[in-house]
C-alpha cells in the first residue's frame, strides 16, 4: 500500500495507539469526579496539557481541548464574533478557506456581521496591501490558513502579524491543521490570538483537538452545561484521546526536526515527474507551498476515474479536502485561484507524511503514469 491521502487524515502512530489502549484501560474515569480514580484521571489531563503547552511554547492555560479542526475553527470565530460584536461586526477572511471556516462566516454573515473575503493570486496567496485596505475601526477578527488544504500554499502569518500589530484590538486566528509538523509556526513571535489544531492529522486520533487562546482574550462558548476547559468548551473530556495525542505532538515535531528535508525530496521528485506527463497542469505554487502536499490537474479525465483505477493498485490519493471530496464539482479553492473550471474540475490531491519514502514516491508516479495510458485508451 502506498498511502499519499495525509491531508485527509494519518495513520496513528503505534505509541499513540498504545498510549490511548493503557490511558483507556487504566484512567477510564470521568476527570471531573471528585473520587480519586477522578482525581488520577484529572491530573493526567494536566500532565497532557502542560506537556502540548510545552511543545507549543504557550501557557498550560492557553490550551483548549477540542473535537479536532471544524469544532476549533467554529469556536475560535464565532467565539470571538459574538463575545465582541458590540464593538464591531466587521470581519476579515480570505476566499480559499476550508469548509469549517468558510461556513461559520457564511453563517455568521447571516447574523448580521460583515465580511471581507480576501482574494488570492494564481499562487493562492492573499495580498497585504489588500488585507491593509479591508481594516475598518469596526474590525473584529482576521482569520486565515496557515497552510491551504487543497494546494499546500503558506500564506505569509508572520507578515499579516506585523500588519495586525498595529491594530491591537483586532484578533489574529490561524488554522494551523495543515500545518503542525510541517511547517514552524510560532505562536507568540508571530502575534496570534488564537490557533486550531486536529489531532488526526499528525498521527493522533480523530476526535481529538486543540484550540490555543491566548491568555486575555475571551471568547463566548459554543457549549454549555458544565466549566471543562476553562470554562470555553462544555462536555466531558476525552482523556485518554488527549493523552494520545499530546504524545503524537511530540513524535510528529521530532520527525520534523529530523525528517522534512526527505518530505521536500520527495516533493520535488513528484513535481519534476508529473512535469514530463503530456496533459498535467501543477496547480501547487513551487515556491509558496508546504513540502508535502502536491495539487495537480489531468486534462480530460474525471479525477474519481483515476482515483478508482489507482485505488486498484494500492495508490490512494484524493481528489481535494476530505470534508467536500464527494460533493463533486469544481474546487472552491482552485476556481478563486483563477485556474479556470476546467482544472478546478479536474484535480488531484497528493499529500505525504514523514513515513513515505523516495522508492514509494517512484512506484506511484510510475503507476500513475500507466493507469493515465490505460485510461486514455478506453475513452478513445
Given at each position: 500500500m502506498i498511502y499519499l491521502d495525509n491531508s485527509a487524515t494519518t495513520k496513528p502512530y503505534k505509541e499513540v495507539l498504545d498510549t490511548f489502549v493503557t490511558v483507556s484501560e487504566k484512567y477510564f474515569a470521568n476527570p471531573s469526579s471528585l473520587h480519586s480514580k477522578g482525581g488520577e484521571a484529572e491530573k493526567l489531563l494536566g500532565q497532557a496539557r502542560k506537556s502540548i503547552a510545552q511543545l507549543l511554547e504557550v501557557a498550560p492555560t492557553e490550551?483548549?481541548?477540542?473535537?479536532?479542526?471544524t469544532e476549533g475553527n467554529n469556536i475560535a470565530i464565532k467565539g470571538i464574533a459574538f463575545q465582541h460584536q458590540n464593538r464591531g461586526?466587521?470581519?476579515?477572511?480570505?476566499?480559499?478557506e476550508h469548509a469549517s471556516s468558510h461556513e461559520s462566516f457564511q453563517y455568521l454573515e447571516s447574523q448580521g456581521f460583515e465580511v471581507t473575503y480576501l482574494p488570492v493570486n494564481h499562487d493562492g496567496l492573499i495580498s497585504l496591501e489588500d488585507l491593509e485596505r479591508s481594516i475598518r475601526p469596526d474590525t473584529i477578527l482576521v482569520s486565515l490558513?496557515?497552510?491551504n488544504n487543497e494546494t499546500g500554499?503558506?500564506?505569509?502569518?508572520?507578515?499579516i502579524g506585523k500588519v495586525l500589530k498595529e491594530h491591537p484590538k483586532i484578533f489574529f486566528h490561524v488554522d494551523n491543521v495543515q500545518g503542525v509538523g510541517k511547517v514552524d509556526l510560532p505562536l507568540k513571535e508571530w502575534g496570534i490570538d488564537l490557533c486550531t489544531i486536529s489531532a488526526h492529522k499528525i498521527h493522533g486520533l480523530k476526535g481529538n483537538g486543540i484550540l490555543f487562546v491566548?491568555?486575555?482574550v475571551s471568547i463566548s462558548s459554543l457549549f454549555t452545561g458544565g466549566e471543562q476547559e476553562l470554562k470555553k468548551r462544555a462536555g466531558t473530556e476525552n482523556v485518554a484521546g488527549i493523552v494520545a495525542m499530546a504524545k503524537a505532538l511530540r513524535l510528529i515535531l521530532q520527525e520534523m526536526k529530523e525528517k522534512k528535508e526527505n518530505l521536500s525530496e520527495i516533493k520535488q521528485f513528484i513535481l519534476e515527474e508529473l512535469r514530463t506527463i503530456d496533459g498535467i497542469d501543477i496547480n501547487t505554487s513551487v515556491e509558496y507551498s508546504a513540502p508535502h502536499i502536491i495539487n495537480f490537474s489531468v486534462k480530460g479525465i474525471?479525477?474519481?476515474?483515476?482515483i478508482h483505477s489507482l485505488d486498484k493498485r494500492d495508490v490512494y490519493v484524493s481528489t481535494r479536502s476530505a470534508c467536500s471530496s464527494k460533493q463533486g464539482g469544481a474546487s472552491r479553492i482552485l476556481l478563486e485561484m483563477g485556474l479556470g473550471e476546467n482544472r478546478a474540475s479536474t484535480a488531484i490531491r497528493l499529500s505525504t507524511s514523514y513515513g513515505n519514502t523516495l522508492k514509494e514516491a517512484e512506484l506511484s508516479l510510475k503507476i500513475l503514469k500507466e493507469e493515465l495510458i490505460n485510461i486514455k485508451k478506453v475513452m478513445r
Amino acid at each position: 500500500m502506498i498511502y499519499l491521502d495525509n491531508s485527509a487524515t494519518t495513520k496513528p502512530y503505534k505509541e499513540v495507539l498504545d498510549t490511548f489502549v493503557t490511558v483507556s484501560e487504566k484512567y477510564f474515569a470521568n476527570p471531573s469526579s471528585l473520587h480519586s480514580k477522578g482525581g488520577e484521571a484529572e491530573k493526567l489531563l494536566g500532565q497532557a496539557r502542560k506537556s502540548i503547552a510545552q511543545l507549543l511554547e504557550v501557557a498550560p492555560t492557553e490550551v483548549v481541548f477540542t473535537s479536532g479542526g471544524t469544532e476549533g475553527n467554529n469556536i475560535a470565530i464565532k467565539g470571538i464574533a459574538f463575545q465582541h460584536q458590540n464593538r464591531g461586526k466587521h470581519l476579515i477572511t480570505s476566499s480559499v478557506e476550508h469548509a469549517s471556516s468558510h461556513e461559520s462566516f457564511q453563517y455568521l454573515e447571516s447574523q448580521g456581521f460583515e465580511v471581507t473575503y480576501l482574494p488570492v493570486n494564481h499562487d493562492g496567496l492573499i495580498s497585504l496591501e489588500d488585507l491593509e485596505r479591508s481594516i475598518r475601526p469596526d474590525t473584529i477578527l482576521v482569520s486565515l490558513l496557515h497552510v491551504n488544504n487543497e494546494t499546500g500554499t503558506i500564506q505569509p502569518i508572520q507578515e499579516i502579524g506585523k500588519v495586525l500589530k498595529e491594530h491591537p484590538k483586532i484578533f489574529f486566528h490561524v488554522d494551523n491543521v495543515q500545518g503542525v509538523g510541517k511547517v514552524d509556526l510560532p505562536l507568540k513571535e508571530w502575534g496570534i490570538d488564537l490557533c486550531t489544531i486536529s489531532a488526526h492529522k499528525i498521527h493522533g486520533l480523530k476526535g481529538n483537538g486543540i484550540l490555543f487562546v491566548k491568555n486575555g482574550v475571551s471568547i463566548s462558548s459554543l457549549f454549555t452545561g458544565g466549566e471543562q476547559e476553562l470554562k470555553k468548551r462544555a462536555g466531558t473530556e476525552n482523556v485518554a484521546g488527549i493523552v494520545a495525542m499530546a504524545k503524537a505532538l511530540r513524535l510528529i515535531l521530532q520527525e520534523m526536526k529530523e525528517k522534512k528535508e526527505n518530505l521536500s525530496e520527495i516533493k520535488q521528485f513528484i513535481l519534476e515527474e508529473l512535469r514530463t506527463i503530456d496533459g498535467i497542469d501543477i496547480n501547487t505554487s513551487v515556491e509558496y507551498s508546504a513540502p508535502h502536499i502536491i495539487n495537480f490537474s489531468v486534462k480530460g479525465i474525471k479525477p474519481e476515474v483515476l482515483i478508482h483505477s489507482l485505488d486498484k493498485r494500492d495508490v490512494y490519493v484524493s481528489t481535494r479536502s476530505a470534508c467536500s471530496s464527494k460533493q463533486g464539482g469544481a474546487s472552491r479553492i482552485l476556481l478563486e485561484m483563477g485556474l479556470g473550471e476546467n482544472r478546478a474540475s479536474t484535480a488531484i490531491r497528493l499529500s505525504t507524511s514523514y513515513g513515505n519514502t523516495l522508492k514509494e514516491a517512484e512506484l506511484s508516479l510510475k503507476i500513475l503514469k500507466e493507469e493515465l495510458i490505460n485510461i486514455k485508451k478506453v475513452m478513445r
